[in-house]
């Protein structure tokens, strides 16, 4: 079973930046759809960043275009969120996610089956 654990989370500042990881423990998420999304008390999870199987596709949300970036190295089975230029409205639980084999950049959680456990993004203002 791929399991995901995320990590690189912490409190920053406005306009600060942050790596977030996402390692899978058995090495078998290379091949899947990544995705990464977040979660405020009280809301439903948002859709953030996706990336295809092999990182040649992409997907964004508006909010995060142009500041945040998703990549892969599959070599280390890990996937990244690189957060730049951060907001206080980017406090949120992240989570990572993988969807399915071979799959492409979804923007819905519904396609996707496993999930990490999160990690708390906090930017004060």
């Known amino acids: 079973q791929v399991q995901l654990v995320e990590s690189g989370g912490g409190l920053v500042q406005a306009g600060d930046s942050l790596r977030l990881s996402c390692a899978d423990s058995?090495?078998?998420?290379?091949?899947?759809?990544m995705g990464w999304f977040r979660q405020t008390p009280g809301k439903v999870r948002e859709f953030v960043a996706a990336?295809?199987?092999?990182?040649?596709?992409?997907n964004y949300a508006a909010s995060v275009k142009g500041r945040f970036t998703i990549s892969r190295d599959n070599a280390k089975n890990t996937v990244y969120l690189q957060m730049n230029g951060l907001k206080p409205e980017d406090t949120a639980v992240y989570y990572c996610?993988?969807?399915?084999?071979?799959?492409?950049?979804?923007?819905?959680?519904?396609?996707?089956?496993?999930w990490g456990q999160g990690t708390q993004v906090t930017v004060s203002s």
């Open positions: 990336c295809s199987w092999s990182g040649g596709n992409t």
């Open positions: 058995e090495g078998t998420f290379r091949n899947y759809g």
């Open positions: 996610a993988a969807s399915s084999y071979l799959a492409g950049p979804g923007m819905s959680p519904s396609s996707y089956y496993y």
